[in-house]
């Protein structure tokens, strides 16, 4: 099989396109090659670390629960990153939580059940990986996306509150404004792949080898897979959001600006 | 009496209190013009009626009953209420009508409509179509679409030009004679003197004064003189 191996001196090389990212800083007196060295740094330790914890975590002696407890720390250290990302949405960490969890029980439910992929540790750590990586961006976008939906439209949930409308009647067109938004980046990049991009997991399997075709299957059954979770994240999200902006007697509570 | 507040007070996020009110008595009849500068707690007032907001601490009865009583969306269907702005959902005048009765039918569409001086042709028109005073009319026949027992108006003119302002003081004059109790915001007492039946002054969150119209003018407070002294003559 002809594989794209890196050898350690080919990752040395590819340093050199660190240099040109220094170089254009400089030339360009951006002043961020400090940043650039320090990112190239950081990258390179974390994923040493986080290769060399897979390798033991997914390794097939290791017993499953391992993998398992390891996609447990992703969606928690998920919740932290939506908080601080939008710190400014009330509840947002458990909130996050919750709407990663549930995807994950419903994606994983359906790529493992099914048996589109076998559950070993080596499917289950990148393919949750990837699923709580996307969600993420689709959670905060969610989120904020509420917050600004009802801070701009105060005015109309109020009249509609006045009517004597409950605060799930009140919410349910602005709420569902907010999902289309958060929705519509993934369902384009669904449509757009292949043409304009070609995915992460394609592109790796194709340079370690894999026939394309193969490799398409893959990727098409990750892409409905971040689709599925990033609905799912989205749905909970704005919905749990769109609870906590109201009080129990029916009330719009003070929004925070973003 | 409509409503009765009872040591009312209600605090700003900071702490300080927006308003502070130890007893008033809303009459159940005629327009009640609550009249004050702005930020003195008018609107804050008006919102603690139907519970858009709810006070810090104290006592609030409408029609004899604690508010909290009340479940809150029983309450704000027999409070009604128009806003500053017109506010117009997506769609027709009978879209706009159905948001306050999904049951209504054009016949009963008609009838409120003629309650506010339009007539039945606005029912297809579109919301976003009308002028600002016909919007707002629409906004009033929407409130009065719950069968409210009382209507709440915050500042219902301050977007409109002079002549869409008296048409919609006639219109609540109208309605206060036909037996709806109607508490009217405002900062203007030109308007206070055309449609006040009952004033109350509101400066930094207390009543300064209820009483007549005439009487406000002539109030010893210096605070009501201060601000009478910013109207324009």
Redesign the interface.
């Known amino acids: 099989m002809n594989t794209a191996d890196v050898t350690t001196l080919g990752l040395i090389a590819s340093l050199l396109l660190v240099i040109v990212a220094i170089g254009m800083s400089a030339t360009q007196r951006l002043g961020l090659e400090r940043e650039i060295v320090w990112a190239t740094v950081r990258s390179l330790i974390q994923l040493l670390f986080v290769g060399v914890v897979l390798a033991f975590i997914i390794d097939p002696q290791q017993p499953l629960v391992l993998s398992w407890a390891w996609v447990a720390a992703m969606i928690a250290f998920a919740g932290v990153v939506i908080q601080r990302r939008a710190p400014e949405i009330p509840g947002v960490l458990p909130l996050g939580m919750l709407a990663i969890g549930a995807a994950a029980i419903v994606t994983l439910a359906v790529i493992f059940g099914l048996g589109v992929f076998p559950l070993e540790g080596r499917t289950l750590v990148p393919l949750a990986g990837m699923m709580v990586g996307n969600s993420m961006n689709a959670t905060v976008l969610a989120a904020r996306r509420v917050v600004d939906e009802f801070r701009d439209n105060r ?2 949930v ?9 605060s799930r009647q009140a919410s349910r067109r602005y709420l569902q404004s907010a999902l289309r938004t958060a929705l519509t980046p993934q369902i384009e990049t669904t449509k757009a792949v292949g043409l304009v991009f070609l995915p992460g997991a394609m592109t790796g399997l194709i340079l370690a080898g894999v026939d394309p075709i193969e490799a398409v299957r893959v990727q098409a059954a990750i892409m409905y897979l971040i689709l599925g979770s990033v609905a799912t994240t989205a749905t909970v999200m704005t919905l749990g959001i769109g609870r906590r902006l109201f009080t129990t ?3 719009l509570i ?1 929004l925070p600006r973003s | 009496m409509a409503f009765e507040f009872k040591q009312v007070e209600v605090k700003g996020v900071d702490g300080r209190l927006r308003l502070a009110i130890r007893e008033l008595i809303i009459p159940e009849s005629g327009v009640t013009v609550i009249v004050g500068p702005s930020g003195a707690g008018k609107s804050t007032l008006l919102r603690l009626c139907n519970r858009l907001e709810v006070a810090d601490d104290g006592l609030i009865r409408f029609d004899g009953r604690p508010i909290d009583d009340t479940p809150p969306l029983d309450l704000r269907r027999s409070v009604g209420m128009v806003f500053q702005e017109p506010v117009r959902f997506a769609g027709t005048v009978l879209d706009n009508l159905r948001e306050a009765d999904f049951l209504i039918g054009p016949a009963a569409a008609e009838l409120l409509l003629d309650r506010v001086g339009l007539d039945g042709s606005f029912l297809t028109r579109l919301a976003d179509e009308l002028s600002g005073g016909e919007a707002q009319r629409m906004c009033i026949a929407r409130a009065l679409a719950t069968g409210p027992a009382v209507l709440l108006m915050d500042e219902p003119t301050s977007s409109l030009d002079p002549s869409a302002t008296r048409t919609i003081e006639d219109q609540a004059l109208a309605l206060a004679a036909a037996g709806m109790p109607i508490l009217w915001v405002t900062h203007d007492t030109a308007q206070m003197n055309r449609i006040a039946a009952h004033v109350v002054c509101l400066i930094d969150g207390a009543v300064t004064y209820r009483g007549s119209p005439a009487g406000l003018l002539t109030a010893p407070d210096p605070r009501i003189a201060a601000f009478l002294a910013e109207q324009p003559s």
Do not use: K, M, T
């Not at chain 1, 109020?158 to 409950?166: D, I, T, Y």
């Open positions: 005015p109309e109020e009249a509609r509150l006045a009517l004597g409308q409950s007697d029916h009330r003070r």
